[in-house]
C-alpha cells in the first residue's frame, strides 16, 4: 500500500462553515493558488459534487485532471483520480473535527505521478500541496467569519 501524507490545522469555524467552503469547487481560484479553473461535472442526489475538473497549475506540474468525491456524512469528503495527464493515482481526503476552539482539518493525500520520482520529494511535493490547501483554506473560512 502506498504512503499517505498528511497533516491538520484548527481552523477558528464551525464544521458545516468548513465544509461549506471545500464544497464551494467555483471558489477554489480564489484561495488554492495551484487550482487555476475547476468545474463540477456531476452531482449526488444531494447535490455535492460527484466529479469534478480541475486545471492545476503547480509550477513544475500544469495538469488538467478530473477526480470523483464521496462524502461521508457532514464532516468528511473523499476524492480518487478520474483522468489526468499529469498523474497515475491521486487519492484524498478532508476529514473535519469539532474542537473547543473551532474545527480541527486533517487533509489527506497520496499522489502518483507518471514521471519518475523518488519517494521523498514525491513526499516533500505532497507536503507542500497540503500545507498550502489547509493555510489557504484557514484563511478563507476565517475571513468569511468578519
Given amino acids: 500500500?502506498?504512503?499517505?501524507t498528511s497533516s491538520s490545522i484548527t481552523i477558528e469555524a464551525a464544521p458545516a462553515e468548513v465544509m461549506g467552503v471545500i464544497a464551494d469547487f467555483a471558489r477554489y481560484p480564489d484561495w488554492?493558488?495551484?487550482?487555476?479553473?475547476?468545474?463540477?461535472?456531476a452531482t449526488?442526489?444531494?447535490?455535492?459534487?460527484k466529479e469534478v475538473r480541475l486545471v492545476m497549475d503547480a509550477g513544475a506540474i500544469k495538469d488538467d485532471q478530473t477526480l470523483g468525491y464521496t462524502w461521508t456524512g457532514d464532516n468528511e469528503v473523499s476524492w480518487t483520480?478520474?483522468?489526468?495527464?499529469?498523474?497515475?493515482?491521486?487519492?484524498?481526503?478532508?476529514?473535519?473535527k469539532p474542537t473547543a476552539s473551532g474545527t480541527e482539518v486533517t487533509y489527506k493525500l497520496i499522489v502518483d505521478v507518471?514521471?519518475?520520482?523518488?519517494?521523498?520529494?514525491?513526499?516533500?511535493?505532497?507536503?507542500v500541496i497540503i500545507d498550502r490547501a489547509l493555510a489557504g483554506l484557514k484563511k478563507r473560512v476565517e475571513s468569511r467569519e468578519a
Fill in 81 to 96: 483520480l478520474v483522468k489526468s495527464q499529469m498523474l497515475r493515482s491521486l487519492d484524498g481526503s478532508y476529514l473535519l
Fill in 44 to 49: 449526488d442526489e444531494q447535490g455535492r459534487a
Fill in 1 to 4: 500500500m502506498a504512503e499517505h
Fill in 32 to 41: 488554492t493558488g495551484e487550482v487555476k479553473e475547476a468545474e463540477v461535472l
Fill in 114 to 127: 507518471k514521471i519518475p520520482m523518488l519517494g521523498m520529494i514525491k513526499r516533500k511535493a505532497e507536503k
